[in-house]
T-cell receptor, first 110, second 116 residues
Framework: GDSVTQMEGPVTLSEEAFLTINCTYTATGYPSLFWYVQYPGEGLQLLLKATKADDKGSNKGFEATYRKETTSFHLEKGSVQVSDSAVYFC?????????FGAGTTVTVRA | EAGVAQSPRYKIIEKRQSVAFWCNPI?????LYWYQQILGQGPKLLIQ????????DSQLPKDRFSAERLKGVDSTLKIQPAKLEDSAVYLC??????????????FGEGSRLTVL
């Protein structure tokens, strides 16, 4: 079935470090791709999305590019802050169904 | 704007007991979702409502789980009888559109269930 596989955590970084979280997908059609984030004590929220190949989603300094040739949607941020500590979920949507990866816990230390 | 409200936030029960979770979506959102998130896993869709009709309940264990959305607004998810493997966070989400590509899902903070 349609699914996403994302990098296992936890990931621990220092402030201002570069962050990459890998995400690859398997789908029978042409899905839309998302990154959701869950900050401590809060609900899941949409971080960014891309709806077709070569689209780049961006928000809060995070970016991800929909790569059809490698079936990937890796999340990147050039300089992380302590406030970016959270659990990040890659997700895909096809046929009105949203499916999530297992999540990657990121901790940023001052 | 008020977000998605869920209650209770935490519940501890013995196996074979029953439990119910309540969700109040964002006003005007036609689509409501219940997800189950087991520790260390991503959320898994249990059921999706469009207004008060069920769109997808293919992954809902219907022998023990039930859900309803009366009048197309609030929703209740019930588990009876509970099993140990039902220990999880139950997430409610709502959106304006039935398509995640079009309508962003807004999630509540979740209801954490522990079955002993």
């Amino acid at each position: 079935g349609d699914s996403v596989t994302q990098m296992e955590g936890p990931v621990t970084l220092s402030e201002e470090a570069f962050l990459t979280i890998n995400c690859t997908y398997t789908a029978t059609g042409y899905p839309s791709l998302f990154w959701y984030v869950q900050y401590p004590g809060e609900g899941l929220q949409l971080l960014l999305k891309a709806t077709k190949a070569d689209d780049k989603g961006s928000n809060k300094g995070f970016e991800a590019t929909y790569r059809k040739e490698t079936t990937s949607f890796h999340l990147e941020k050039g300089s992380v802050q302590v406030s970016d500590s959270a659990v990040y979920f890659c997700a895909l949507s096809l046929d009105y169904k949203l499916s999530f990866g297992a999540g990657t816990t990121v901790t940023v230390r001052a | 704007e008020a977000g998605v409200a869920q209650s209770p936030r935490y519940k501890i029960i013995e196996k074979r007991q029953s439990v119910a979770f309540w969700c109040n979506p964002i006003s005007g959102h036609a689509t409501l979702y219940w997800y189950q998130q087991i520790l260390g896993q991503g959320p898994k869709l249990l059921i999706q409502f469009q207004n008060n009709g069920v769109v997808d309940d293919s992954q809902l264990p219907k022998d023990r789980f039930s859900a309803e959305r009366l009048k197309g607004v609030d929703s209740t998810l019930k588990i009876q009888p509970a099993k140990l493997e039902d220990s999880a966070v139950y997430l409610c989400a709502s959106s304006l559109s039935g398509s995640p590509e079009v309508g962003e899902l807004f999630f509540g903070e979740g209801s954490r269930l522990t079955v002993l």
